[in-house]
């Protein structure tokens, strides 16, 4: 038989066996501050974290849509007359006053409609003054019984045809006026002026387009709301008597530049939704004094549809995914991170919303929560101090 190995002091490495083992369980078993125990050197030191204390406050829930800026009134501006187009009277693209001369048509023979119609009114005059006198001493021949009932007749007939041309007359007249007066083209209504259709010189007849002329302040802005979308709801059951004005304001974003100024208003949305889109179609209405929105211009339309309270707004980055959903890791009282399932709200310019699972006061962990576990130890952080 071999002799069993000998350790360096003549003992058999058997016997050592149970001694090794026993000094490897007290080391499991070591408490917190002991070696081997979760403060001490050779356990994990508490998890730096910075914390963020919350409350609850009141928020307002925006969403944004693109839509495309219109004028207020485009008003197209068409000859009322025929002739020659003798001058423009506008700048093209200049601000015009609703009434404003734009283009004069040749009004010499309107001029001479006029005269021959004042001079047939002159006529009729004549005819009517001759029946009248003639009518008076007809009447006065048959109330002496000189004059037949026929003859009588027959001279209430004569001024009564003479009454009637001279009203037609002076329909005529005014009529001639009027054309005369459509000779030149006026500005239907205050706005900009778009870019002449026709030249003068040019042979135009009644209807023609001439130009154009769009009001820019105020302006309309259409846009689109999904039709199963809550802010679509909202928004309709708000747009009558008694909406809340507040949580339907709207702000108007344009490309490369800062929010628009002028706060607007919704003008309108629609009862039906468009088979073809599944969208609802809404128009806002926004004041324009500079002239800085144009007709054509692509922008977002910011919707407040609703407003929050009660609720508690967490930087985006302290909510994380668990297998019981949306958590939020809090510092506890004996400096434990404790994790707490969530519900979450909408995501704002300001954070996250949780509508439910927080308290007002909680130190809700902001930064160093990627590795937390529920119960761990941690030591809280001044702002700053993670990045030193």
């Known amino acids: 038989m071999h002799a069993p190995p000998m ?18 369980a007290c080391s499991q078993e070591g408490g917190e501050g002991q070696p081997g125990g979760p403060g001490g050197p050779g356990g994990m030191p508490p998890a730096p974290v910075t914390v963020q204390e919350v409350t609850t406050r009141s928020v307002v829930v925006e969403a944004d849509y693109t839509g495309r800026v219109r004028g207020l009134r485009q008003a197209e501006v068409r000859a009322r007359v025929g002739g020659i187009l003798e001058t423009r009277l506008y700048e093209e693209g200049e601000e015009v006053a609703a009434g404003a001369p734009l283009f004069q048509v040749d009004p010499a023979p309107f001029r001479i409609a006029v005269q021959r119609a004042e001079a047939a009114l002159a006529n009729a005059r004549a005819e009517l003054n001759q029946a009248q006198r003639e009518w008076r001493r007809v009447s006065r021949l048959f109330e002496q019984g000189v004059a037949s009932e026929r003859e009588r007749d027959l001279a209430l007939s004569v001024r009564e045809l003479a009454e009637a041309g001279l009203a037609q007359a002076e329909a005529g007249l005014a009529q001639a006026e009027l054309e005369l007066g459509y000779a030149t083209v006026r500005a239907p209504v205050a706005g900009f002026t778009g870019l002449e259709a026709v030249t003068p010189g040019n042979l135009i007849a009644a209807g023609d387009l ?4 769009t009001q820019l302040d105020p302006v309309q802005v259409r846009f689109s709301l999904p039709a199963d979308a809550a802010a679509a709801r909202r928004a309709l059951a708000r747009t009558g008597a008694g909406a809340d004005q507040e949580t339907l304001q709207l702000t108007l974003v344009q490309r490369g530049a ?3 100024p002028e706060p607007g208003r919704m003008d309108f949305l629609a009862s039906t939704v468009d088979p073809a889109t599944g969208n609802v179609m809404a128009q806002a209405v926004f004041p324009n004094p500079e002239r800085i929105l144009r007709p054509g211009e692509t922008v977002r339309v910011r919707l407040a549809t609703e407003r929050l309270s009660g609720v508690i707004v967490v930087p985006p980055e302290a909510v994380s995914q668990s297998p019981r959903g949306a958590t939020v890791f809090v ?16 995501v704002l310019e300001e954070g996250q919303v949780i509508l439910d699972g927080l308290e007002a006061g909680a130190r809700v962990v902001v930064n160093g929560q990627v590795a937390l576990r529920d119960g761990a130890r941690v030591e809280v952080q001044a702002p700053g101090d993670e990045a030193r």
Do not use: D, F, I, N
């Open 7 to 24: 350790t360096g002091r003549g003992l058999p490495s058997w016997l050592l066996l149970p001694a090794v083992l026993a000094l490897a």
């Open 210 to 213: 001439l130009t154009t002329v």
């Open 258 to 260: 800062p929010p628009y």
């Open 331 to 346: 510092v506890g009282g004996e400096g434990k991170a404790l994790a707490r399932v969530v519900t979450l709200g909408p």
